[in-house]
């Protein structure tokens, strides 16, 4: 799996947590797939926990989460290009479901990208409903009890 990743989370829209994030985002979602940044970032940045992999203390990759009545909702799921298919998003992800046990939450759900489906079936999601399209780009949701 290369180097050990650190991953640290916070709570909010301010601080280095959210700011090392807010740059993979940009990188990724922004310059890689041109989404509008007008939509990248939304109404709820503030209502968020933020988490960030670090290796070699450089932020490499991303995830939010916000609390729903349907449980743990995942989103803004990202990896910078170079750290790709080497297990960090699946470390982000253990990181969220031990959090999400701890508060005795039993779902966690989030609506991804068509390309990544694969990813989000490795580890453990399952499709639930029709394609929806969010930004110009397919989409599905995903549901993984835990």
């Known amino acids: 799996m290369g180097d ?20 993979i985002r940009k990188a990724v979602f922004i310059e890689e797939q041109n989404i509008d940044a007008a939509l990248e970032q939304d109404e709820n940045e503030s209502r968020c926990r933020y988490y960030v992999g670090y290796v070699n203390q450089e932020p490499v990759t991303t995830a939010r989460i916000m609390q729903t009545d349907e449980g743990t909702l995942v989103q803004r799921v990202c990896t910078l290009k170079a750290y790709r298919h080497q297990g960090l ?10 959090d999400a046990k701890a508060k005795e939450i039993k779902h966690i759900w989030l609506f991804a990208q068509d390309h990544a489906q694969k990813f989000y079936l490795n580890n453990g999601f399952t499709v639930v409903g029709d394609q929806v399209m969010e930004a110009g780009i397919p989409h599905h949701k995903m549901v993984k009890e835990i």
Request: proline share 0%; hydrophobic share 35%.
């Open 4 to 23: 050990q990743m650190d991953i640290k989370s916070a709570f909010g829209n301010n601080g280095t947590v959210y700011e090392d994030g807010m740059k």
């Open 89 to 98: 998003s699946s470390q982000i992800f253990q990181a969220i479901e031990q």
